[in-house]
């Protein structure tokens, strides 16, 4: 059995993830983690719930469980209990130091929930760990948007994957819930490197074309290790 958790699946690349996992034949069950559930059902979706700050102490057996009345989901359980699956971890979680109101709930959410996360994922016996980052990302940096990814990066090479694939794109387009009038900007100046095929890692990259290169990228053979994807290695996964 192959299992795919995901964190972050209701912003733009996560929703993208969603879909393509749900297109792939090689995974049994897609489940998503999150503090509210996705306006979505499907056969393979198995949604969780909860305060992720507070996700090692979540039980997400009996969260799961209760939604298996006719125990259709019980060698899904067993299978995470038994550490029997192939699972593999998706994060795109992630948001901007406007919406979060302060650096320090910027932090909280990009660095802390997504190490809380796969913390959690390692001890279902997740072996891949796939994190949408960003362009620039480093622990040093002095932009600290910059510097949380990085360090987001830097710890989740602790935790103890035998893969870890760090996804860093270039500007994201795709269609968002919310406007960013900055990124709005930065699209229309950017887009014609699109269209003249110029400059693959600093040019505009779709939300689907990042989804679709991480799920690619985890189903692939690979060795023990940590993988730094760039944008331009996205858009050449997704040809």
Known sequence: MKIALISGASGL?????LHHLFKSEDYDYVLSIGRRKLAIKQQKLVQIEGDMAKIANW??????????LSGEYFS???SLKEKTAEVH??????TTINQAGSKEKFFAIDHDLVIGFGKWAKTLGASKFLYVSASGADAKSSIFY???????????KT???????LFRPSLLLGNRNEFRLGEQVASIVMKPLIWLKLFKNIRPIYDYQVAK?????????????????????MQDLTK
């Not at 971890?89 to 992630?94: K, R, V």
């Not at 290169?213 to 994807?229: H, R, W, Y």
């Open 13 to 17: 690349v996560g929703k993208e993830i």
């Open 59 to 68: 039980d997400w057996e009996e969260k799961v469980a209760s939604q298996s």
């Open 76 to 78: 899904l359980i067993e």
């Open 89 to 94: 971890a998706f994060s795109s979680l992630g």
């Open 146 to 156: 910059s510097q949380t990814k990085g360090k987001t990066e830097e710890d989740l």
């Open 159 to 165: 935790i103890g994957f035998e893969y870890v694939g």
């Open 213 to 233: 290169a991480m799920v690619k990228t985890a189903l692939a053979q690979k060795p023990n290790s940590v993988e730094i994807i760039s944008s331009g290695e």
